[in-house]
């Protein structure tokens, strides 16, 4: 596994994550732990205080008296970590165990009678004070605070030993679950590295498109790929059309100059109309080619002063007639289009309209328009009031060299670009008459 990869940020980023989680668990249920541990600890502390009590006797004169030997043997053993104290109010000692020789302890000095103090003393001690006050038969008060203390290693060792166990335990499910998220990583990718596959398929050319059952997600992806595949492909296929037209459309001018080598000193003149008639070819040519080459872009254009550039350079092409352009386009409308493809589009029909027209050209633009089932983001009609298009041709125009108007300049070639683009755009090209104008009215839908 490459450390740029996918699969390793995502297996790194989920160990991170466990790490940090466990180690939050961890200091948690440690302090879970010492809380139940000392809470369990004070009880039995408190039950070593109510036997002291049940062991202690007191005498006529308010003498406190304790047996010798214990129900608990750690009292009577010095050192065992578990001390026993009656003190007076007064703190003076009344009483220590044999384990609490050399030792002492103060109560709190807020101890109420009949309350108990949980604590931690000094000495790193739990301790538990309980005060009570006897009555003797003389009617006589006595107040002793009776004390209870156990050396906080015995928690200590507790709560090390749960830790130990515990990191040990968290140690063991840390691992197994970066194996199981590995294992659910390596699932969860699958559709990404065939994905991946059947693009260098692609590439190697043992697949035309990508055609697997691929997630949800991947779907769309799936989609734009193969638009772009292909449109790459078109892409090829057109550039290896204009070259083959643009070989033909030199066979002339080179047929010519051949004919001219001979004598160039008599021929200077068809020389020269005949290279600049062959640059003419190879710039339109790569025009062309540029046009045709951009299908998909990111790159958006402002529909309304693109054709208004247009209406500007075709009204000037065309002052002689006289022609009244009536447009009808929104302020503005955002198109996903390239440029010049909109420019080749509406130039062309445009161009058209102010050539065949009589004296007005009609140009409308709207947005959101709908096509059947489908919807276009932009619709840009063309009409005029010319003779117009028999219906028989509508369809015949469309193809390359094939011209309405044979008397009229030109050679068949604009309005197949129009059609050309607009499918590679997955717009829709109608043609038809025009009910206000009664010339030809032309209709292209663009996504």
């Given at each position: ?364 633009v709207a947005a959101n328009a709908r096509r059947g089932r489908k919807k276009f ?71």
């Amino acid at each position: 596994m490459q450390t740029n990869s996918l699969s390793f940020r995502l297996l790194v980023s989920a160990a991170f994550v466990l790490a940090t989680f466990f180690a939050l668990v961890s200091i948690v249920l440690e302090q879970s732990f010492r809380e139940s541990a000392e809470q369990a600890l004070k009880e039995k502390l408190q039950v070593h205080v109510y036997s002291l009590l049940s062991a202690a006797e007191m005498d006529e004169n308010g003498g406190l008296k304790m047996p010798f030997s214990l129900p608990e043997p750690r009292f009577s053993t010095p050192g065992s970590g578990l001390y026993a104290f009656i003190q007076q109010k007064d703190k003076v000692i009344a009483w220590r165990s044999s384990s609490a020789i050399g030792l002492n302890v103060v109560f709190p000095a807020d101890l109420i009678s009949g309350k108990t103090v949980f604590v931690t003393n000094e000495h790193g001690r739990y301790a538990l004070h309980y005060d009570v006050i006897w009555q003797t038969v003389n009617k006589q008060e006595h107040e002793y605070v009776f004390t209870v203390a156990e050396d906080a290693l015995f928690v200590q060792n507790q709560v090390n030993q749960f830790n130990s166990s515990l990191r040990v335990w968290l140690l063991i499910i840390g691992i197994i679950l970066i194996f199981l998220q590995f294992a659910v990583m390596r699932w969860s990718l699958k559709p990404l590295r065939i994905i991946v596959k059947d693009l260098e398929d692609v590439e190697n050319g043992a697949k035309a498109s990508l055609d697997g059952n691929y997630s949800t997600e991947l779907q769309g992806l799936a989609s734009n790929m193969n638009a772009l595949i292909t449109s790459e492909r078109a892409l090829q296929e057109r550039y290896r059309h204009t070259l083959a037209d643009l070989a033909h459309n030199l066979k002339m001018p080179l047929s010519i100059l051949r004919g001219c080598v001979t004598n160039i000193s008599e021929n200077t003149e068809t020389v020269h109309e005949q290279i600049d008639r062959m640059n003419q070819i190879v710039e339109w040519q790569l025009q062309r080619a540029a046009a045709k080459g951009k299908q998909k872009t990111t790159r958006t254009i402002d529909v309304p002063t693109v054709i208004n550039k247009i209406i500007s350079s075709v009204a000037k092409a065309y002052f002689e007639k006289g022609i009244t352009f009536e447009a009808n386009m929104p302020d503005k409308l955002t198109l996903y289009c390239d440029e010049g493809d909109l420019y080749e589009i509406a130039g062309n029909l445009i161009d058209n309209a102010g050539k065949f027209c009589y004296r007005k050209v009609k140009v409308s633009v709207a947005a959101n328009a709908r096509r059947g089932r489908k919807k276009f983001t932009c619709l840009l009609q063309v009409e005029d009031d010319g003779l117009g298009i028999p219906e028989g041709k509508l369809e015949k125009i469309l193809e390359r060299g094939v011209r309405a108007d044979l008397n009229t300049h030109g050679h068949g070639i604009g309005m197949a670009v129009v059609n050309e683009l607009t499918g590679q755009l997955e717009g829709r090209l109608e043609g038809g008459r025009s009910a206000e104008l009664g010339g030809v009215k032309w209709k292209v839908f663009l996504p």
